[in-house]
């Protein structure tokens, strides 16, 4: 199965960047390409991101839209997630993922570890 490594989490002030890293060993059967999850405390796992393959179409969440920029190498099967802006609620634990989509809702087979992103106010 496919292995998803994320890195690039950690403690930021409201205001600040981080960018985020995902690298992938292949590329799983019928994913749109790679993207991004959340899930913060007390909530579920929601789509933050996506990228198709090609790299030539992106796809974000309405809360991160004009904030954050998802970028890949599909050489590399890499994602990575730029974070500007934060703010206190995009504290959560990010998943790196090979999303697939019915409609406008995302979902993803395999998960990587997470990265937890802490935003202090």
């Not at 403690?11 to 991004?36: H, I």
């Not at 179409?57 to 890499?78: P, Q």
Request: glycine share 14%; hydrophobic share 35%; proline share 2%.
């Amino acid at each position: 199965q496919v292995q998803l490594v994320e890195s690039g989490g950690g403690l930021v002030q409201a205001g600040g960047s981080l960018r985020l890293s995902c690298a992938a060993s292949e590329r799983t059967f019928r994913s749109y390409g790679m993207g991004w999850f959340r899930q913060a405390p007390g909530k579920g796992r929601e789509f933050v991101a996506a990228i198709s393959w090609s790299g030539g179409t992106t796809y974000y969440a309405d809360a991160v839209r004009g904030r954050f920029v998802i970028s890949g190498d599909n050489a590399k099967n890499t994602v990575y997630l730029q974070m500007n802006s934060l703010k206190s609620e995009d504290t959560a634990v990010y998943f790196c993922a090979q999303p697939k989509h019915l409609g406008t809702t995302w979902y993803s087979d395999y998960w990587g570890q997470g990265t937890q992103v802490t935003v202090s106010s």
